[in-house]
Nanobody
Framework: QVQLVESGGGLVQAGGSLRLSCAAS????????MGWYRQAPGKQRELVAS???????DYADFVKGRFTISRDNAKNTVYLQMNSLKPEDTAVYYC???????????????WGQGTQVTVSS
């Protein structure tokens, strides 16, 4: 089985920074696309940023220029560096991974349990 475990969330003042980490563990043959999503109270879950296995990144317009997604394939870990945080960034942040467990198996989607990010004004 595969697990995604997020860490690095917390409380920060507006304008501050946080770095989220998502470590994948278990039976992993290959990590394909990885991404960060967020869900604020009363709102739908939305894509924040994604990164391909080759390192190509995409960002939601509302985080461009402030957030950076990266990955360390040797550690099966994806990161989200969040700078210039705003109160509207407050949400639970989830890691999503498309993972191949065995060479002969197709990719499957996995989600982490989420980490709370709270930005105070």
């Amino acid at each position: 089985q595969v697990q995604l475990v997020e860490s690095g969330g917390g409380l920060v003042q507006a304008g501050g920074s946080l770095r989220l980490s998502c470590a994948a563990s278990g039976n992993i043959y290959r990590l394909n696309d990885m991404g960060w999503y967020r869900q604020a109270p009363g709102k739908q879950r939305e894509l924040v940023a994604s990164i391909s296995s080759g390192g190509s990144a995409d960002y939601a317009d509302f985080v461009k220029g402030r957030f950076t997604i990266s990955r360390d394939n040797a550690k099966n870990t994806v990161y989200l560096q969040m700078n210039s945080l705003k109160p509207e960034d407050t949400a639970v942040y989830y890691c999503r991974g498309v993972i191949v467990q065995r060479r002969w198996l197709g990719p499957q989607e996995y989600w982490g349990q989420g980490t709370q990010v709270t930005v105070s004004s």
